[in-house]
């Protein structure tokens, strides 16, 4: 058994885990007979289809509501494809551009032929995952190098709506001391569903998550890595009724990081449970091979619930989201798993309470580059008490061997805050980290005292809770509001309509392919 700073019982550590993993195989039965017009549309992209129509509409799109017009989705856009070339020796692009121009359509196929749909797919499959794969070994070989930043990593945001802006101001952050660089995605994009082509220079509180906006800014930091003298990280979300898509692409070009969280789409975005946990599993199956770290989104729960009071449902969530990783194929230094520094400054002993949670949050996933978000809910127009704020959600951080730190700033809210701004957050963090250093391995906590008290009996809430989730179901929950105190209903929400059951022969080698292999 291990130690614990907090006195934690591992056991019922252990238990909690074992209710999550329940929690999660249930989730998984429903998820295993499903697929979405965004995980076809993936397909579409693995095989090597890209681009768009004369008006403008992604052709992976186009491809796979043909499929779907027909009413054979179910069946998996792979089979048509793989048919597709085996009959008319055209590549899939090709295959989608003839569709876009209304040359071709799949249900007149002569398959009447022995046709081996697996041989015909075989060469574009493997060259998407030799794509995939070398982006990896690249960001392998890069931090080989040139090293990295000490943990936990300096995360800061940029997002200006023109990514050619964003470059620069990406390079600004790395040369200033960043470690993950992410881009926010303009508002309202995780609710198309059609990712967008191109580059873009206009987005509203930040900018459009596209393949080439995510080439540039990868390339930008690899401008920038030499000066620096280490590796740089670039974070996206691939979250949304295209995650899969978006997952894809970023493995396609290199990102590290990415927003990936089913239960952040549904509660905060109203995205349909079934279709957005269809999409995560394929999602997250992706970033795992790509070696991307996902970070979820428990942190927001407290934006919407009280810190203190409803400290144990992110806790819940996060082993349920452990599990669901895991199930994907995600190791656990791959999970970056939220949790925040949110309880109003002005109650009595906050920052113990504070503490105790991301130390308990720690010891629980020693292994995961924890995602620690800062203090936002009770931020106000005095930017002095905002920095002192900020500065403590440092110590905690750097106490308790956080993973990623996601800097709070005195411009808070605005995406693309003020250079200077982005300076003196990363400057306070510096400072921090390096006062503080080693502080958590000299200072112990009182048995009985405050911090270890509270450990417990957030703990104790949170097995609790994965208990009563386990007896009515993950989905039955949701609609009850059991996280972040909202509500959504299993039949509503954004998507449903992209969900289809898949047949018997439904073709989707990737998974195997994919899943727990690096």
């Not at 987005?203 to 995510?214: L, P, S, W």
């Not at 969280?261 to 394929?282: C, E, K, P, S």
């Not at 795992?288 to 919407?304: Q, R, S």
């Amino acid at each position: 058994m291990r130690e614990s700073k907090l006195g934690l019982d591992f056991a019922k550590v252990k238990g909690a885990r074992s209710l999550a993993a329940e929690i999660a195989a249930q989730v998984q039965h429903f998820v295993e007979n499903y697929t979405t017009v965004a995980v076809e549309r993936t397909l579409c992209r693995l095989m090597g289809i890209d681009g768009v129509d004369s008006d403008g509409v992604p052709l992976p799109n186009i491809v796979v509501d043909a499929v779907r017009e027909k009413g054979m989705l179910g069946e998996g856009v792979l089979r048509f494809l793989g048919n597709a070339i085996a009959v008319t020796g055209k590549t899939p692009l090709q295959t989608a551009e003839s569709i876009a121009r209304g040359k071709f359509d799949f249900s007149l196929l002569d398959t009447s032929k022995n046709v081996n749909v697996s041989e015909a797919l075989n060469p574009y499959i493997e060259q998407s995952i030799a794509r995939i794969r070398n982006k990896r070994l690249a960001r392998e070989e890069a931090i080989k190098k040139h090293g990295e930043g000490a943990r936990p990593y300096l995360y800061v945001i940029v997002a200006t709506g023109n990514i050619y802006e964003d470059a620069i101001q990406a390079q600004a952050a790395a040369r200033q001391g960043a470690d993950v660089v992410a881009v926010i995605r303009t508002t309202g994009q995780s609710l198309l569903d059609y990712v967008p082509y191109g580059p873009t220079t206009e987005g509203f509180g930040g900018t459009y998550a596209t393949q080439e906006n995510f080439r540039i800014m990868r390339k930008a930091l690899d401008e920038v890595i030499p000066e620096t003298g280490r590796y740089v990280r670039l974070c996206n979300y691939c979250s949304g009724l295209c995650m899969p898509e978006i997952a894809v692409m970023g493995a396609f070009e290199g990102l590290d990081v990415m927003l990936n969280d089913a239960l952040y789409g549904i509660l905060f975005r109203d995205i349909n449970m079934q279709r957005t946990l269809v999409d995560q599993y394929f999602s997250r199956i992706i970033n795992g091979f790509a070696g991307v770290i996902i970070n979820t989104g428990e942190d927001n729960y407290l934006t919407t619930a009280d810190a203190f009071e409803e400290a144990h449902t992110v806790l819940a969530s996060d082993f349920i989201n452990e599990q669901l990783a895991l199930i994907a194929g995600i190791p656990e230094e791959q999970m970056g798993l939220g949790h925040a520094f949110e309880m109003d400054p002005e109650l009595e002993n906050a920052f113990l309470y504070e503490l105790a949670q991301a130390q308990m949050t720690r010891e629980i996933f020693p292994r995961a580059p924890l995602k620690y978000m800062p203090p936002t809910k009770f931020m106000t127009g005095n930017i002095f008490k905002g920095h002192i704020q900020d500065a403590l959600f440092n110590m905690a951080g750097i106490w308790t061997g956080q993973g990623i730190q996601l800097l709070g700033m005195p411009t808070e809210a605005i995406h693309t805050p003020f250079m200077s701004d982005r300076y003196l957050a990363i400057e306070n963090a510096r400072y921090i980290f390096k006062s503080f250093k080693d502080i958590g391995k000299e200072v112990e906590f009182a048995q009985g005292g405050i911090i270890r008290r509270r450990a417990g009996d957030v703990l104790d809430n949170a097995y609790q809770l994965l208990e009563n989730v386990k007896e009515e179901g993950l989905f039955t929950a949701l609609e009850k509001g059991i996280f972040a105190g909202v509500r959504r209903p299993r039949e509503g929400g954004k998507g449903l309509d992209g969900v289809t059951r898949k047949s018997s022969g439904y073709v989707n080698p990737f998974i195997e392919l994919l899943k727990g292999k690096r």
